[in-house]
């Protein structure tokens, strides 16, 4: 290897460093030259199971009070019709049924409003969040669904129970089972472990419009080791 | 091998071949830098702060070899990068396949559904690789060539003499 050789890939290497900065610069689609560094911050997953604690005692909540208060509507509608047929006592009453039943359905609206609120502050976002195991759990438990993005094969030597198989690396072949995947929905994508197709399968589906999709990252490996439910 | 090497329309061909495989596989990397740094980011052999410049200067460090390769300027020093680069390639792509990362190889597209068969592209790297080395070894310094040339005048002046 002569001299001249040795200066000529010096030479290369200077033309490619120009060249690379020259054409990064006036590219539309130009990137940093230095990359910013990954975190991954995990959601506040006490924060996230505790709403959902909330939501559930919520929603008995409203189931219990619905039940009460269709009890105490019979109840009153009883006493109503034997208050009508009471002419003295009947026209009181039945004043004070309404004034009842207004109050109990002014409630009851309070009562889903703040479930629709509760449901939102748990679900509504458009950037997929990095989760852990226990909150993938919480998820699973509520029966949410989760997505495999790993190949075919991985999928079939073991997955999440009731998990849907769609491999990033196909997308463009498994596009169609996105679509049909209502986007208001939640879902948890997940791989192996030491992969990043769950990330890309995240933020390929928040950029189709689905807005509440949760990236596990522990993936499959951790879910197995954890002897949660699988296939 | 080394008659093979040496004939000089075989060596042509076999260098435009390489030139070409290098130059095509820059063409998407270029175009699309963001998903390729996140193709090397995925690799997890860099550091965070090198993924991007990689990304930049890679495809055009391909390119102006694949060129040099099929013009026949620079031969030899460009073959020396193009090997240089194809033993990182070999040595990256194996690394994946042996800690199973689920990756995308970026080799010739930026495609995330480009096919996944890493182990067949350190097959194709090995195949480029070996005829770049025997290239490489078998093909003189322009110095050396040009040298030779003159003693080849010099001895025909004299034989005329």
């Known amino acids: ?231 | 091998m080394k008659k093979l090497f040496e004939n000089k329309y075989i060596a042509i061909a076999a260098r435009i071949v390489l030139g070409a495989v290098f130059m095509y596989a820059s063409f998407d990397k270029m175009a699309n830098p963001e998903t390729f740094a996140s193709i090397i980011d995925n690799y997890h052999i860099l550091p965070y702060q090198l993924v991007n410049a990689l990304a930049i200067f890679l495809p055009w460090l391909e390119l102006i070899t694949g060129l040099l390769l099929i013009t026949g300027k620079w031969v030899k020093s460009s073959l020396l990068l193009y090997n240089v680069m194809l033993v990182v390639f070999i040595i990256a792509l194996s690394q994946a396949l042996i800690r199973g990362l689920d990756i995308s190889c970026g080799c010739f597209s930026v495609n995330p559904s480009s096919t996944s068969e890493v182990w067949l592209r350190i097959v194709e790297d090995i195949i480029l690789l070996f005829v770049g080395i025997m290239l490489f070894k078998y093909t003189k310094d322009e110095d050396t060539a040009i040298q030779n040339s003159e003693i080849e005048n010099k001895n025909l002046i004299n034989q005329t003499n």
């Open chain 1, 1 to 231: 290897m002569s001299k001249k050789a040795l200066l000529q890939v010096a030479g290369i290497l200077v033309i490619t460093i120009l060249a690379g900065i020259f054409f990064n610069l006036s590219n539309p689609n130009r990137i940093q030259f230095i990359a910013n560094e990954k975190i991954v911050n995990f959601s506040q997953s006490d924060s996230l199971l505790n709403a959902l604690r909330i939501q559930d005692s919520i929603l008995k909540a409203a189931d219990s009070l619905k039940n009460t208060s269709n009890r105490r509507e019979d109840s009153l509608r009883l006493s109503h019709e034997k208050h009508i047929q009471d002419s003295i006592l009947a026209v009181n009453k039945t004043d004070s049924l309404k004034r009842i039943q207004d109050s109990l359905k002014t409630v009851n609206q309070k009562k889903e409003d703040s479930i629709k609120n509760a449901q939102n502050q748990v679900t509504d976002f458009a950037k997929p969040i990095d989760i852990k195991i226990d909150f993938a759990k919480a998820l699973f438990d509520k029966k949410y669904r989760f997505i495999d993005a790993r190949d075919i094969s991985d999928y079939g030597a073991g997955h999440v129970q009731g998990a849907l198989n769609i491999p990033f690396h196909e997308i463009e072949k498994y596009k169609d089972r996105l679509n049909d995947l209502p986007k208001d929905q939640v879902y948890i994508t997940y791989c192996s472990s030491a992969c990043d197709v769950s990330i890309d399968m995240a933020y390929y589906m928040a950029k189709l419009g689905f807005k509440k999709v949760y990236i596990f990252h522990g993936g499959w490996d951790e879910w197995k080791a954890a002897g949660y439910p699988a296939n």
